[in-house]
T-cell receptor, first 116, second 111 residues
Framework: NAGVMQNPRHLVRRRGQEARLRCSPMKGHSHVYWYRQLPEEGLKFMVYLQKENIIDESGMPKERFSAEFPKEGPSILRIQQVVRGDSAAYFC??????????????FGAGSRLTVL | RKEVEQDPGPFNVPEGATVAFNCTYSNSASQSFFWYRQDCRKEPKLLMSVYSSGNEDGRFTAQLNRASQYISLLIRDSKLSDSATYLCVVTPRGGYQKVTFGIGTKLQVIP
């Protein structure tokens, strides 16, 4: 029973390039959350998705960032034209639907983005 | 006021000591409460849920005070392996459940 799978674990990009981070939730989980963590800082909520729906993207920067969770395949967090300030750990978490444990999150190991 | 507030610490305590952290929340409609643990450069992991009646798991005790809107985590007989950042989490009642994390309290247990 694989947990939440994130890839790549480490990604290096030059300024102006695009970064794509992927997240496959736990089996049976239909909710995905993305968080960003800067060095020595807390987890900052970015976006909450269900299959084919963005429920809350209030934490997403207005430009360059987008997320999706298609009917088939992993959730993807996309960062266009990366800047040095985008360097961070990006954590994905999933939770089940319709149970008392609906808001207990299981995290992936994270994707660490470094922008040169 | 932030939705969830924690003292970032660090709390430096000797092995065997008892240490307690508090976490305050601003939304009185918050329903579910949790403590997560995050080791350096790793993903957060659920430590324990916090129930209205309080709950205990070995050396760890979690309490909820709805009147004062805070939750607490007590660690007895601290071990070196308890060194980590402890994250407070609250979620609202019903409907869409945005999960909000506190900044975390860093604990360093010293030999």
């Amino acid at each position: 029973n694989a947990g939440v799978m994130q890839n790549p674990r480490h990604l290096v990009r030059r300024r102006g390039q695009e970064a794509r981070l992927r997240c496959s939730p736990m089996k049976g989980h239909s909710h995905v959350y993305w968080y960003r963590q800067l060095p020595e800082e807390g987890l900052k909520f970015m976006v909450y998705l269900q299959k084919e729906n963005i429920i809350d993207e209030s934490g997403m920067p207005k430009e360059r960032f987008s997320a999706e969770f298609p009917k088939e395949g992993p959730s993807i967090l996309r960062i266009q034209q990366v800047v040095r300030g985008d360097s961070a750990a990006y954590f994905c978490a999933s939770s089940p639907w319709g149970s008392s444990g609906a808001n207990v999150l299981t995290f992936g190991a994270g994707s660490r983005l470094t922008v040169l | 006021r932030k939705e969830v507030e924690q003292d970032p610490g660090p709390f430096n305590v000797p092995e065997g000591a008892t240490v307690a952290f508090n976490c305050t929340y601003s939304n009185s409609a918050s329903q579910s409460f949790f403590w997560y643990r995050q080791d350096c450069r790793k993903e957060p992991k659920l430590l324990m849920s916090v129930y209205s009646s309080g709950n205990e798991d070995g050396r760890f005790t979690a309490q909820l005070n709805r009147a004062s809107q805070y939750i607490s985590l007590l660690i007895r007989d601290s071990k070196l392996s308890d060194s980590a950042t402890y994250l407070c989490v609250v979620t609202p009642r019903g409907g869409y459940q945005k999960v909000t994390f506190g900044i975390g309290t860093k604990l360093q247990v010293i030999p």
